[in-house]
């Protein structure tokens, strides 16, 4: 019904950049928030960055000031800048949304999760 997929995972040396992005696709009636999760071999998944619609944002302590987290609505696409990347930083990193679905005459909402894109950041 909602498809989100992922990109812009991959291998950068420490201190380097990545871009990830994901687009959703479906029987979208609206998304409210969106977000990057992540997780490390052996831990829980946690989030990263999430972002309302109305463009509001909000950042693990680890990340704050390295990431940047954007939206393009008429794209249904939201961004995760990644810059300063360390070790520490390397995980699968999980697409969220937030998302109101056309059910017959009415909506629906639920959470819906992309397929995960590895970052391995390399010391």
């Known amino acids: 019904q909602v498809q989100l997929v992922e990109s812009g995972g991959g291998l950068v040396q420490a201190g380097g950049s990545l871009r990830l992005s994901c687009a959703a696709s479906g029987r979208i009636f609206s998304i409210n928030a969106m977000g990057w999760y992540r997780q490390a071999p052996g831990k829980q998944r946690e989030l990263v960055a999430d972002?309302?619609?109305?463009?509001?944002?909000d950042y693990a302590d680890s990340v704050r000031g390295r990431f940047l987290i954007s939206r393009d609505n008429a794209k249904n696409t939201v961004y995760l800048q990644m810059n300063s990347l360390k070790p520490d930083d390397t995980a699968v990193y999980y697409c969220?949304?937030?998302?109101?679905?056309?059910?017959?005459?009415?909506?629906?909402?639920?959470?819906?999760w992309g397929q995960g894109t590895q970052v391995t950041v390399s010391s």
């Open positions: 969220k949304a937030k998302v109101a679905t056309v059910q017959g005459i009415s909506a629906m909402t639920g959470d819906y």
């Open positions: 972002i309302t619609s109305g463009g509001r944002t």
